[in-house]
Nanobody
Framework: QVHLVQSGGGLVQAGGSLRLSCAAS????????VAWFRQAPGKEREFVGS????????YYADSMKGRFTISRDNAWITVYLQMGDLKPEDTAVYYC????????????????WGQGTQVTVSS
């Protein structure tokens, strides 16, 4: 079992950048795929992107390609979501999650979740 602890987020102007972190507690992320989701007020939680358990492959939702990058540290303890060219519509609570297979876009495919962190992009 792995616990996920998130950090980062906050308020940023449109066009700016932010980096979110998701740290494993209790064990490393080895063997897990790690994904990022987000949920805006009144909307369903949506897939942002994921990284496979080897760290060699990443997947992104179309609207995030080219603006968001997922990476991990060598110890496989922390996964990062680097967000650039942020837009007001990126405002949401962002969650990291761990599961068995990368690239899955359904929340049901992930067993462990972080606590969420607010990202607000002002226009």
């Amino acid at each position: 079992q792995v616990h996920l602890v998130q950090s980062g987020g906050g308020l940023v102007q449109a066009g700016g950048s932010l980096r979110l972190s998701c740290a494993a507690s209790g064990r490393t992320f080895a063997g897990y795929a790690v994904a990022w989701f987000r949920q805006a007020p009144g909307k369903e939680r949506e897939f942002v992107g994921s990284i496979n358990w080897t760290g060699e492959r990443t997947y992104y939702a179309d609207s995030m390609k080219g603006r968001f990058t997922i990476s991990r540290d060598n110890a496989w303890i922390t996964v990062y979501l680097q967000m650039g060219d942020l837009k007001p519509e990126d405002t949401a609570v962002y969650y990291c999650a761990a599961g068995a297979v990368a690239g899955r876009i359904r929340t049901e495919d992930y067993n462990y979740w972080g606590q969420g962190t607010q990202v607000t992009v002002s226009s």
